[in-house]
C-alpha cells in the first residue's frame, strides 16, 4: 500500500473510466517493447519486470491494475507471481499471455488467479481491448481457452455422473455457459454471442465469469486428472 | 569391395567353383591350383594378420594332416585363394570358420567339427586360437581387424585386464582346491574373456549380435522375458550344482573346509584390494555410455533445430520485404516447432494421413495457412478416432475452410471442433465479406453443393449461414454410431 506513485492515489480506484495501469512481466525484452510499443497511448505501462522475484516486488509497489503475465518464466511458473500478490495485493487483475500451448500451463495460471488468458499473437487492438476488460473485472476468453475450459470440464463427465460431487454448482458447467463457451470457442466475440443467444453483453460478461470462478474454485479430481493426462501425451 | 562383389558372386554360382578359370579376371587371385595343401594357404593369412598371428597356437595345424589322412577331404571344394578374411553371412561367431571354408574348400560344417574336436583335444587351446582369429583378421570387406580398433580403446583394454585378474583370482582359488582340469583350462578361459571383451567394446553394430549370443545363450530362447529369466535361472542352479559337485568329489566334506575359508579371506582379501578399481572401470563404462547417448541427443536436437528453424530463419532474413510470406514462414515453423516439442511428434511427420478427429483439423490448419496465407485459428474439443464418416466431415470442413480462406478476404478464419458422445461437430467461422445465401454466385453454390452433399451421403448435416458483410459461418454435424462412442482422449 505504500506507493510513490503519484497517480495511483486515485487512478487504480478509477481504473475503469481512466487509462487502466499495466504492468508487464516477461522474460523477453523484445517481447515486452514490443507490447509496449503496441500499448502505448491507450494505457499506462508503470512498470515491467523479467522474473518472478521482481515481478513480485514490482507489482507490490506500483499495484497496477492490469499485470500482463507471462506463463513461463526462468524463475518458475507465472501462477507463482498471481499466488505471491494476490495474497497481499487481491485488487491486482492478472492477464495471462503465452505462447505456449500447453493446456495444464494456461489452466494453471488460471486456478492461480489470472482472469483470463490471450495467446501472444493477438493483435495490439484486440489486447487493449482484452487489458480494459480484465480491468473492468471481467474475464478475458480466447478461443482457445475456452476449448480447454470446455474439454476439462467435458473431459471426466460420463465419468462423473456414476460418482457423488461435493459441490455439483462448482463442478459442471451449465447448459447456458457451455453454449456462451462454445460460441467463444468458434471465434465469436462477446458481442456476437450475446446477438446469437439473444442476451446482453452484460449476461455474456457475467456467464464467462461464472466459468472462471468455477474453473479456479473447483476442487474436483478430475480436473487435476485432466490436466495429468494432458501433460502425459 | 571387389573382394566381397566377388565373394557373393562364388555364393550364388556353385557352377562357378568347377570353372578354375572363372576367377583369372582378377589379378589378385593367385594359382587356381585345386591340389594345394592347405597349409601353404597360412602364408596369406599370417600375411593379413601380422605378428599377432604368432600367438596361433599349433594345435590348428596338427589336425589338419590327421584328418586328412583319415580320408575327411570328402567335401573340399576349390578354395578361392584370396587372403583369409572373416566371413560376414553364414557365420555362427566371429565368422571364422565360414571364412577359413571359403579359403580353403572345405565345406563349413566339416571344419567346425574340426574346430569343436581340436577345441577338446587340445583343452581349449582352440578356443582361444579362435576368439584371437576373430580379433586380428578382419571382416569381409572390413578395412581393419577389431584387434587395430581395440589397441586405441584403453578403457576396454582395462576391461579386459579386469576381467583377467578376476579370472585369475577363480582360476587361484581352483588351483587351491586342486581341480586339475580347471588349472589347465586357465590360459585359454583367460584368453578368451579378454578377447571377447575386447571384441565386445570395439566390433561394428552387426557383429555385435553374435556376441551377444556368445555372451548370453539363454537369452536367444525364444519366449517373453519372463520364461528366459526361469530358464536363466535353471541354467545357473545346473551349473552351480555341478561346480560344487566336482568340488566335493576330489575332497572329503571335511575336508573341504579349511581351505573354503581360506579361499573366503583370499577372496575378500583380492575384492578389498581391487574391488574399487572393478568398480571404476564399470562406472567408467557406464559413464561413456551415459555421455554417448547425451551426445546423440544433442546432435539429433541440432540437426532437427537446423532443418527447421534455421532454415525458416534464413528464409525470413531475405523475404523480410514480404510481411505477409514472412508471417505465414513464421505461423508454420512455429506449428511444427510446437508440434516437435508438446506432441512429440517429428518435424514432417504431420502430414500424410491423419487418424484422429485432432489431428485432421490440425492438417486442415496446416495445409490452407499453407497454400493461401492466412490464419487459421483451431480449437478442438476432445477427440476420437477417425471412420469413413468423420474422414467425410473432415473432407467436407476442409472445403468450407479452403472457400473461406479464398472468397471471405477476412485474415483469419475460425476452425472448432467438438467430439461429442453422440455426435461430432466442425465450424468454419471467417468475418470476411459474406454472401447472400438467397442470390449465391454459381462459383459459390458449387461448393456449398459440394459440401452439402459430401455430408449428406454420409447422415451429416450442413448449415450455412452468411450476409454479406456479415462473414460466414459453416456448421457440419456428423452423428456418431454406436459402435464408435468409446471415448478416447488425446
Not at chain 1, 110 to 132: M, Q
Not at chain 2, 112 to 125: D, E
Request: charged share 25%; proline share 5%; with cysteine.
Amino acid at each position: 500500500m505504500t506507493s510513490g506513485h503519484p497517480a495511483s492515489a486515485g487512478g487504480s480506484r478509477a481504473a475503469t473510466t481512466g487509462a487502466p495501469r499495466v504492468f508487464l512481466v516477461d522474460d523477453h525484452g523484445m517481447f515486452r517493447s514490443g507490447v509496449r510499443s503496441e500499448l502505448s497511448g491507450e494505457v499506462d505501462i508503470v512498470g515491467e519486470a523479467d522474473d518472478v522475484g521482481p515481478a513480485i516486488a514490482g507489482i507490490s509497489e506500483c499495484e497496477p491494475d492490469v499485470v500482463l503475465l507471462d506463463v513461463h518464466l526462468p524463475g518458475g511458473g507465472g501462477q507463482d507471481v498471481v499466488t505471491a500478490v494476490k495474497a497481499e495485493h487481491p485488487q491486482v487483475r492478472f492477464l495471462a499471455l503465452s505462447a505456449s500451448d500447453a493446456p495444464e500451463d494456461v489452466i494453471a495460471v488460471i486456478r492461480a488467479g489470472a482472469r483470463g488468458y490471450v495467446t501472444k499473437t493477438i493483435s495490439g487492438p484486440e489486447l487493449v481491448d482484452a487489458v480494459r476488460r480484465v480491468a473492468a473485472g471481467d474475464a478475458v476468453f480466447s478461443p482457445r481457452l475456452a476449448g480447454f475450459v470446455l474439454d476439462a470440464f467435458a473431459a471426466a463427465a460420463p465419468a462423473g455422473m456414476d460418482r457423488p460431487t461435493f459441490d455439483p454448482e462448482l463442478d459442471q458447467l451449465t447448459t447456458r455457459e457451455r453454449e456462451v463457451l462454445r460460441l467463444i470457442a468458434r471465434g465469436y466475440t462477446y458481442r456476437e454471442v450475446a446477438k446469437e443467444l439473444f442476451i446482453s453483453v452484460k449476461t455474456v460478461e457475467s456467464h464467462v465469469s461464472s466459468v472462471l470462478r468455477k474453473l479456479q474454485l473447483s476442487t474436483r479430481h478430475q480436473l487435476t486428472r485432466w490436466a495429468a493426462e494432458r501433460r502425459l501425451t | 569391395m571387389g573382394d566381397h562383389a566377388d565373394s557373393a558372386a562364388w555364393r550364388s554360382s556353385p557352377a562357378a567353383e568347377q570353372v578354375g578359370d572363372g576367377w583369372d579376371h582378377t589379378g589378385s587371385w593367385q594359382q587356381q591350383d585345386g591340389s594345394r595343401r592347405p597349409d601353404t594357404s597360412w602364408q596369406n593369412w599370417q600375411d593379413a594378420s601380422g605378428p599377432a598371428a604368432e600367438q596361433r597356437p599349433g594345435g590348428t595345424e596338427h589336425w589338419r594332416p590327421r584328418l586328412e589322412s583319415l580320408g575327411l577331404r570328402w567335401s573340399r571344394g576349390s578354395g578361392d585363394g584370396g587372403p583369409f578374411r572373416r566371413e560376414r553371412d553364414g557365420r555362427l561367431a566371429g565368422g571364422v570358420a565360414a571364412g577359413l571354408a571359403r579359403r580353403t574348400g572345405f565345406d563349413v560344417t566339416t571344419i567346425r567339427v574340426v574346430l569343436v574336436v581340436a577345441t577338446v583335444v587340445t583343452s581349449g587351446l582352440c578356443a582361444a586360437a579362435y576368439v584371437v582369429t576373430w580379433l586380428i583378421v578382419p571382416a569381409v570387406g572390413a578395412e581393419s581387424s577389431i584387434a587395430s580398433k581395440a589397441l586405441a580403446d584403453r578403457r576396454g583394454i582395462g576391461l579386459a585386464v579386469g576381467l583377467t585378474s578376476a579370472l585369475g583370482v577363480m582360476l587361484a582359488i581352483a588351483s587351491a582346491l586342486n581341480v586339475a582340469w580347471i588349472t589347465s583350462l586357465a590360459f585359454p578361459l583367460i584368453v578368451c574373456a579378454a578377447g571377447l571383451a575386447l571384441i565386445w567394446r570395439n566390433a561394428p553394430q552387426d557383429e555385435l549380435a553374435y556376441v551377444r549370443r556368445l555372451a548370453d545363450p539363454v537369452g536367444m530362447v525364444g519366449g517373453g522375458p519372463r520364461s528366459r529369466t526361469v530358464a536363466r535361472v535353471i541354467v545357473a542352479c545346473l551349473l552351480l550344482i555341478l561346480g560344487l559337485v566336482a568340488l566335493l568329489s576330489g575332497h572329503e566334506r571335511y575336508a573341504l573346509f579349511r581351505p573354503l575359508a581360506g579361499i573366503v579371506l583370499v577372496i575378500a582379501g583380492i575384492t578389498m584390494a581391487l574391488g574399487p578399481w572393478w568398480l571404476r572401470i564399470a562406472k567408467n563404462l557406464v559413464d561413456e555410455r551415459q555421455a554417448r547417448i547425451r551426445a546423440e541427443e544433442r546432435a539429433e536436437m541440432a540437426s532437427r533445430v537446423h532443418d527447421s528453424v534455421l532454415q525458416t530463419l534464413a528464409l525470413i532474413q531475405r523475404r523480410a520485404a514480404d510481411p505477409h510470406q514472412v508471417t505465414q514462414l513464421a505461423r508454420a515453423q512455429e506449428r511444427e516447432l510446437r508440434a516437435w516439442l508438446f506432441d512429440a511428434k517429428a518435424p514432417g511427420s504431420t502430414e500424410g494421413q491423419a487418424d484422429t478427429v485432432a489431428d485432421g483439423v490440425r492438417m486442415i490448419q496446416q495445409e490452407v495457412e499453407a497454400q493461401h496465407g492466412m490464419s487459421v485459428d483451431a480449437v478442438t474439443v476432445g477427440n476420437c478416432e477417425l471412420n469413413d464418416d468423420l474422414r467425410a466431415l473432415l473432407a467436407a470442413a476442409r472445403e468450407a475452410t479452403v472457400n473461406a480462406a479464398k472468397w471471405s478476404g477476412a485474415p483469419v478464419v475460425s476452425l472448432f471442433a467438438e467430439v461429442e458422445p453422440d455426435a461430432v461437430s466442425l465450424f468454419v467461422r471467417d468475418r470476411g465479406c459474406g454472401f447472400d445465401p438467397a442470390a449465391v454466385p454459381g462459383d459459390r453454390k458449387g461448393l456449398t453443393e459440394s459440401v452439402h452433399a459430401r455430408m449428406a451421403r454420409r447422415g451429416g448435416t450442413t448449415t450455412v449461414r452468411s450476409a454479406p458483410g456479415e462473414g460466414t459461418e459453416v456448421s457440419l454435424t456428423m452423428p456418431r454410431s454406436v459402435a464408435d462412442r468409446l471415448p478416447r482422449r488425446p
